[in-house]
């Protein structure tokens, strides 16, 4: 499906925070994880910032509402950017997430950034 040309590409900046995460304090905290993307975000230039959050939700679980939702914004070529904080936020099943970040984003032609990992598909 081809990218909307008459709106800017969104950025996806997508915090997640299981409850196994909340366990360790505010390094991962949902707030924390915002702050971060924000930061980068703006300092590297990216504009059309959407959030797609899951507070509560198992990184090994890909049935979350706003992964969903974000996925679904992917599929319909809204998407541009998707920024994680990094890569085991995106997902615990590695071999799942690698699905998303070698297959799925580069055929939607979306370009994909895990900070802390150092990641950037561009």
Sequence with gaps: MLRQTNQQPITALYPRLSHED?????????????????????????????WY????????????????AMLADIEAGKVGTVIVKDMSRLGRNYLQVGMYTEMIFPQKGVRFIAINDGVDSA
């Design 22 to 50: 909340e366990l360790q304090g505010e390094s991962n905290s949902i707030s924390n994880q915002k702050r971060i993307l924000e930061t980068y975000a703006k300092q590297n230039g990216f504009s059309n910032l959407r």
């Design 53 to 68: 959050t899951d507070d509560g939700y198992s990184g090994a679980n890909f049935q979350r509402p706003g992964f969903q």
